[in-house]
């Protein structure tokens, strides 16, 4: 039976293996088989048990990334509460009519990609540069678009009212 | 936005150097932002300390284990950084 596991349990990565491992505690003051009593009561160990399923890992995907229908419309939009997202299928040989799976901003950043890699392509490197900080700047935005942030100032007792 | 109008924003005739840049900009995009994600469970093995990562993986967001004794909710667990002192458990 696992218990308080997101502090029994530590991960790393080494390769493309991830590696796992269980905080053990011991009791301070207990000598081991040879009477050696160990100041640190803590220890790394491999998991000392089974757990069915007992590991989950969340990660970034390629999820369709070329898909039939327009991801940036609703399939359908009669009013506030009757709606719905379009059912997405992959499309699997990508041709020139496939759609993108990403919104319109970072789209727009693929655009900027696209004539990044063309300008190092012909051997313009400033020219990538410039395309590449501008790709950066949409990932930026796209992020940016999904925070809303209020700042207030306060005014100085002195300014004009 | 569809492959073809990119490739008329970008000025690029070759439609398969363009799925292939437009897929390397996907792979920069998801290795920065969280766009995709997806979850995938095992399990965990007494005594063992390697397990596989998804083959499709770019970047990981998180990890978590199963917390048998609290209602079975999957608990995010630390990432551990510097060197373990112990290389190989031949006894574990």
């Not at chain 1, 930026?140 to 100032?153: G, L, M, Q, V």
Request: aromatic share 8%; charged share 25%; hydrophobic share 35%.
């Amino acid at each position: 039976m696992s218990y308080n596991t997101s502090r029994n349990y530590f991960w790393k990565m080494n390769g493309q293996k991830l590696h796992l491992y269980q905080l053990r505690k011991n009791a301070l003051l207990s000598p081991d088989v040879n009477g050696r009593i160990e100041s640190d009561d803590t220890e790394l160990v491999y998991p000392d048990e089974d757990i069915n399923n007992g590991l989950r890992v969340e990660y970034n995907a390629f999820v369709k990334p070329f898909v039939t229908a327009d991801p940036n419309s609703l399939a359908t939009d009669s009013n506030e509460t009757t709606w719905s997202n379009p059912s997405l299928t992959e499309a699997s040989s990508p041709e020139e009519t496939s759609h993108v799976n990403l919104n319109r901003m970072l789209s727009l950043a693929c655009v900027c990609f696209v004539q990044a890699q063309n300008a190092a392509k012909e051997g313009n490197i400033q020219l990538k540069e410039y395309y590449m900080r501008e790709f950066y700047k949409k990932l930026a935005d796209n992020e940016s678009n999904k925070k809303k942030i209020t700042i207030a100032f306060p005014s100085p007792v002195s300014s004009v009212r | 936005m569809t492959v073809l109008e990119i490739m008329e924003r970008a000025g690029i005739r070759d439609t398969n150097l363009a799925i292939s840049w437009i897929k390397d900009a996907i792979h920069y995009i998801e290795s920065t932002q969280e766009e995709n994600l997806k979850v995938k469970k095992s399990g965990i093995i007494k005594g063992q300390r390697d397990y596989d990562l998804p083959a499709d993986l770019i970047s990981i967001n998180s990890i978590s284990v199963l917390d048998t004794e609290d209602d079975n909710k999957y608990k995010r667990i630390r990432r551990l950084t510097g060197p373990i002192e112990i290389s190989e458990d031949l006894n574990p």
